[in-house]
């Protein structure tokens, strides 16, 4: 087999593989409609009753809908439905100013408050929700306290929080309430001391301590700030013997007695004050508790009496009790205790953590910076979604910040008034299996307000409607009639549940499904059902098995350039069937003339025939799409100069046109003229050419067309150009020459100096030779020497 064919057919599978991997309508190998419509949100079931061929299973009426219309099924017998939704409840966001008193129910911050939504199967439905942080937005804080024995000087501090604290928050909200609870430990051992006298005092010493107890409402909420100095200020010490103390029970009871504490619809603030770590589920086993925290209210008389009958709740039931409940918690713990309570933060949503001085003198600021550190964040939550549903989010933040992803739920750094929107996308997959569904719940974290959504699914077809159940078009009844086909009863197969299902396999069935007198069953491209072919699927959704014998198929055809009956016809029983103005076996052969029309209007200009939509030159100068390109004419050089110069140099007239006026060749540059294609080297004709550039330098390429059409330009990369004077050895040259020439007079100079010389001694010297001196005295010449003789010099005895 030739090689190229073995690998198109190789990658024909490949191609088919993936595609059929990629069409899970085809791949949900649906009965009926509604199944159709729930593998993927591109399926559609054809209702047409003629539209299967011979041998189609019914589940081929289920396909991507432009491939149902290309199969032959009007776009108006084929179910598509889509989703939808609808608004039920869209009031606006609020905006006023403290000025504008408005009830805490009259404050809207989310919008909208209800929406209507109809699922499709892989269909993504979505919508907007906008979110305004409101002005003067009421506010209650509960300050729940650790009353042990380690918090006495705190306690001082405190009982004049209630005045201070709502002088402070006024410049937040005009609606502020304020409530006051307290907590110690479980009253069983090992927590405290069960003997009658630690009962009474289970501080040591001279120090005077109220009974422990496990958790204490004092106050419920209330705006009046001197009642809260009043009420804490008669509270009292307590003590117990470990240092982890219950204030997992008071908060639980504080987050579930909504009615005992006062909360209303507004900001919730729960203060947490303690200077120790916390006891959780699990350790009031230590006393004998074993019966898990049942998460409920159990105040009496504002005292929890509980305790000893039930455990400490868990760290995610607080989180579920304290998000159910809109509460937002702020811890303020002491340094010591820092890591273990911003643990524990990051367990619990809207929460924050606050460093308490050693007297608690610095409470206020940290609520205050808490409460502004919690506000600034707004976090979406949704409550449990019903099975094969899924949510994303979009945050459209401040500033133009997005977040997407698993922040996409998440908008930071909002102040009073700023407005952020949301995009959520909601999607199902399939239908869900129960029928009576909860609606799903979106709110902000720490606030009341929330957005319900209503679900519902499309599940069934409209045409489902409209069936007719034991329709005599399933064989005397034997199924419903709906959508174009039938969906058979149970026990009953077959195209019009004709047969039942314990006599699909027999001698006389399986002989009307062999053509003439072949032995094989369906021609082994499918399966025999009620003595009927039923055809086999193929991986490729595209390519089908047809006729009463499965013999024939659509992708068995001719192929042109690795299309099927070259793109431009359908295969049918193993022949192209042409579209209009395509002819030939593979539909390759074109029949439309105008692109073969030259210039001139005329067919390939005068110079050839038109066949299959392309010139065939008969002239063999021309080439060229229509003939008119003559690679050997005169004037060819010079009509591609500029082109080849711009693109192969950068230079010429046409150096800024050059990407629009100069793409229709391909340039290629070679290294030396020896290096472009001559002529008796291609079965194309060549033409040298030599031109001189805009910098004055002479450059050689060839033009050719190729392949009748592809022109085709080689260049030598770098002009010839007409080498200038080297001015350097000219000047060196000019040095040395006059260098050497001043040597020249100067050895000319001292020659003649020496001649002349030599001249003049030779004169002296014969005028010396020449010359008569006269030795006489001469007779004016005087000696310098004057002799005296001592006129006693000689005599004896002389006396001097």
């Given at each position: 087999?030739?090689?190229?064919?073995?690998?198109?057919?190789?990658?024909?599978?490949?191609?088919?593989?993936?595609?059929?991997?990629?069409?899970?309508?085809?791949?949900?190998?649906?009965?009926?409609?509604?199944?159709?419509?729930?593998?993927?949100?591109?399926?559609?079931?054809?209702?047409?009753?003629?539209?299967?061929?011979?041998?189609?299973?019914?589940?081929?009426?289920?396909?991507?809908?432009?491939?149902?219309?290309?199969?032959?099924?009007?776009?108006?017998?084929?179910?598509?439905?889509?989703?939808?939704?609808?608004?039920?409840?869209?009031?606006?966001?609020?905006?006023?100013?403290?000025?504008?008193?408005?009830?805490?129910?009259?404050?809207?911050?989310?919008?909208?408050?209800?929406?209507?939504?109809?699922?499709?199967?892989?269909?993504?439905?979505?919508?907007?929700?906008?979110?305004?942080?409101?002005?003067?937005?009421?506010?209650?804080?509960?300050y729940l306290m650790d009353l042990s024995y380690s918090m006495k000087d705190d306690l001082e501090?405190?009982?004049?929080?209630?005045?201070?604290?709502?002088?402070?928050?006024?410049?937040?909200?005009?609606?502020?309430?304020?409530?006051?609870?307290?907590?110690?430990?479980?009253?069983?051992?090992?927590?405290?001391?069960?003997?009658?006298?630690?009962?009474?005092?289970?501080?040591?010493?001279?120090?005077?301590?109220?009974?422990?107890?496990?958790?204490?409402?004092?106050?419920?909420?209330?705006?009046?700030?001197?009642?809260?100095?009043?009420?804490?200020?008669?509270?009292?010490?307590?003590?117990?013997?470990?240092?982890?103390?219950?204030?997992?029970?008071?908060?639980?009871?504080?987050?579930?007695?909504?009615?005992?504490?006062?909360?209303?619809?507004?900001?919730?603030?729960?203060?947490?004050?303690?200077?120790?770590?916390?006891?959780?589920?699990?350790?009031?086993?230590?006393?004998?508790?074993?019966?898990?925290?049942?998460?409920?209210?159990?105040?009496?008389?504002?005292?929890?009496?509980?305790?000893?009958?039930?455990?400490?709740?868990?760290?995610?039931?607080?989180?579920?009790?304290?998000?159910?409940?809109?509460?937002?918690?702020?811890?303020?713990?002491?340094?010591?205790?820092?890591?273990?309570?911003?643990?524990?933060?990051?367990?619990?949503?809207?929460?924050?953590?606050?460093?308490?001085?050693?007297?608690?003198?610095?409470?206020?600021?940290?609520?205050?910076?808490?409460?502004?550190?919690?506000?600034?964040?707004?976090?979406?939550?949704?409550?449990?979604?019903?099975?094969?549903?899924?949510?994303?989010?979009?945050?459209?933040?401040?500033?133009?910040?997005?977040?997407?992803?698993?922040?996409?739920?998440?908008?930071?750094?909002?102040?009073?008034?700023?407005?952020?929107?949301?995009?959520?996308?909601?999607?199902?997959?399939?239908?869900?299996?129960?029928?009576?569904?909860?609606?799903?719940?979106?709110?902000?974290?720490?606030?009341?307000?929330?957005?319900?959504?209503?679900?519902?699914?499309?599940?069934?077809?409209?045409?489902?409607?409209?069936?007719?159940?034991?329709?005599?078009?399933?064989?005397?009844?034997?199924?419903?009639?709906?959508?174009?086909?039938?969906?058979?009863?149970?026990?009953?197969?077959?195209?019009?549940?004709?047969?039942?299902?314990?006599?699909?396999?027999?001698?006389?069935?399986?002989?009307?499904?062999?053509?003439?007198?072949?032995?094989?069953?369906?021609?082994?491209?499918?399966?025999?059902?009620?003595?009927?072919?039923?055809?086999?699927?193929?991986?490729?959704?595209?390519?089908?098995?047809?006729?009463?014998?499965?013999?024939?198929?659509?992708?068995?055809?001719?192929?042109?350039?690795?299309?099927?009956?070259?793109?431009?016809?359908?295969?049918?029983?193993?022949?192209?069937?042409?579209?209009?103005?395509?002819?030939?076996?593979?539909?390759?052969?074109?029949?439309?003339?105008?692109?073969?029309?030259?210039?001139?209007?005329?067919?390939?200009?005068?110079?050839?025939?038109?066949?299959?939509?392309?010139?065939?030159?008969?002239?063999?100068?021309?080439?060229?799409?229509?003939?008119?390109?003559?690679?050997?004419?005169?004037?060819?050089?010079?009509?591609?100069?500029?082109?080849?110069?711009?693109?192969?140099?950068?230079?010429?007239?046409?150096?800024?046109?050059?990407?629009?006026?100069?793409?229709?060749?391909?340039?290629?540059?070679?290294?030396?003229?020896?290096?472009?294609?001559?002529?008796?080297?291609?079965?194309?004709?060549?033409?040298?050419?030599?031109?001189?550039?805009?910098?004055?330098?002479?450059?050689?390429?060839?033009?050719?067309?190729?392949?009748?059409?592809?022109?085709?330009?080689?260049?030598?990369?770098?002009?010839?150009?007409?080498?200038?004077?080297?001015?350097?050895?000219?000047?060196?040259?000019?040095?040395?020459?006059?260098?050497?020439?001043?040597?020249?007079?100067?050895?000319?100079?001292?020659?003649?100096?020496?001649i002349h010389d030599r001249r003049e001694f030779a004169k002296f010297e014969k005028e010396k030779?020449?010359?008569?001196?006269?030795?006489?005295?001469?007779?004016?010449?005087?000696?310098?020497?004057?002799?005296?003789?001592?006129?006693?010099?000689?005599?004896?005895?002389?006396?001097?």
């Amino acid at each position: 087999m030739d090689l190229r064919l073995i690998l198109m057919t190789f990658g024909l599978f490949f191609c088919c593989h993936a595609s059929k991997e990629g069409n899970e309508c085809i791949n949900a190998n649906a009965k009926y409609c509604g199944e159709c419509i729930q593998a993927g949100a591109k399926c559609g079931w054809c209702t047409d009753p003629n539209f299967l061929k011979q041998g189609e299973t019914v589940s081929s009426r289920c396909d991507e809908v432009e491939s149902l219309i290309k199969r032959g099924c009007n776009l108006t017998l084929i179910e598509n439905p889509v989703g939808k939704q609808r608004v039920l409840k869209n009031i606006p966001v609020t905006n006023r100013g403290k000025n504008k008193k408005l009830k805490p129910e009259e404050i809207t911050q989310i919008q909208p408050q209800k929406l209507d939504i109809t699922l499709r199967s892989g269909e993504p439905q979505s919508f907007n929700l906008t979110f305004k942080r409101a002005e003067d937005y009421p506010i209650d804080l509960y300050y729940l306290m650790d009353l042990s024995y380690s918090m006495k000087d705190d306690l001082e501090n405190v009982k004049n929080l209630g005045t201070s604290l709502m002088l402070e928050m006024t410049k937040i909200t005009s609606d502020f309430r304020i409530g006051f609870g307290s907590f110690v430990e479980k009253t069983v051992m090992p927590y405290i001391s069960t003997t009658p006298a630690k009962l009474l005092n289970p501080c040591t010493g001279d120090q005077t301590c109220t009974s422990p107890f496990s958790y204490k409402n004092v106050l419920k909420l209330t705006s009046n700030g001197s009642l809260f100095n009043t009420l804490v200020g008669q509270q009292h010490i307590s003590g117990n013997l470990d240092s982890p103390e219950g204030g997992f029970d008071a908060i639980m009871q504080v987050a579930v007695c909504g009615d005992q504490i006062g909360w209303r619809n507004v900001t919730r603030l729960l203060v947490f004050s303690t200077d120790a770590g916390f006891h959780f589920a699990g350790d009031g086993k230590l006393g004998g508790i074993v019966l898990p925290n049942d998460g409920k209210c159990h105040l009496e008389n504002n005292i929890y009496t509980m305790s000893h009958y039930y455990d400490y709740p868990s760290i995610a039931h607080l989180v579920q009790k304290l998000s159910d409940n809109n509460i937002q918690t702020i811890f303020a713990v002491t340094e010591e205790f820092q890591p273990v309570y911003q643990e524990l933060k990051n367990l619990i949503p809207k929460s924050a953590v606050g460093t308490l001085s050693a007297n608690s003198s610095n409470v206020i600021n940290l609520i205050v910076d808490a409460y502004n550190s919690l506000s600034s964040e707004v976090i979406l939550e949704n409550s449990k979604l019903p099975d094969g549903v899924t949510i994303a989010y979009t945050a459209h933040c401040k500033n133009g910040v997005v977040n997407e992803g698993e922040n996409g739920r998440k908008c930071s750094n909002i102040s009073i008034g700023d407005e952020v929107k949301f995009s959520i996308s909601i999607t199902s997959k399939g239908c869900p299996t129960k029928t009576k569904l909860k609606p799903i719940k979106i709110k902000p974290l720490g606030f009341t307000e929330e957005l319900e959504i209503h679900l519902n699914f499309i599940c069934e077809c409209e045409c489902h409607k409209k069936g007719i159940k034991d329709s005599p078009d399933c064989h005397f009844g034997n199924g419903t009639y709906e959508c174009g086909a039938c969906r058979c009863n149970e026990g009953r197969v077959g195209r019009n549940c004709e047969c039942s299902s314990n006599e699909i396999s027999t001698e006389d069935m399986d002989l009307a499904c062999r053509n003439k007198n072949s032995t094989d069953i369906c021609s082994n491209n499918g399966e025999c059902v009620c003595g009927k072919c039923e055809c086999k699927t193929r991986e490729n959704p595209n390519e089908r098995y047809s006729g009463k014998y499965c013999e024939c198929d659509n992708f068995n055809c001719d192929r042109s350039g690795n299309l099927l009956c070259g793109g431009h016809g359908r295969c049918e029983c193993g022949k192209c069937v042409c579209d209009p103005m395509w002819s030939e076996s593979a539909c390759d052969c074109s029949l439309d003339k105008s692109t073969c029309l030259a210039s001139n209007k005329q067919e390939c200009n005068g110079r050839g025939t038109c066949k299959c939509g392309s010139c065939k030159c008969t002239d063999p100068k021309f080439q060229g799409p229509t003939c008119e390109t003559c690679p050997t004419c005169p004037g060819v050089c010079a009509e591609h100069k500029e082109c080849v110069e711009c693109k192969a140099f950068g230079t010429g007239e046409k150096k800024d046109t050059c990407q629009q006026e100069c793409s229709d060749f391909n340039l290629i540059e070679v290294k030396s003229r020896d290096k472009l294609p001559q002529p008796h080297e291609t079965p194309y004709p060549v033409m040298h050419c030599k031109e001189r550039d805009a910098n004055d330098c002479w450059f050689y390429y060839t033009y050719a067309v190729k392949n009748k059409t592809e022109k085709v330009v080689h260049v030598v990369e770098k002009p010839e150009c007409p080498t200038g004077p080297d001015i350097v050895p000219i000047v060196i040259g000019v040095v040395v020459g006059i260098v050497l020439i001043g040597l020249a007079l100067l050895f000319i100079w001292k020659l003649l100096m020496i001649i002349h010389d030599r001249r003049e001694f030779a004169k002296f010297e014969k005028e010396k030779m020449n010359a008569k001196w006269d030795t006489q005295e001469n007779p004016i010449y005087k000696s310098p020497i004057n002799q005296f003789q001592n006129p006693s010099y000689g005599r004896k005895g002389a006396v001097l």
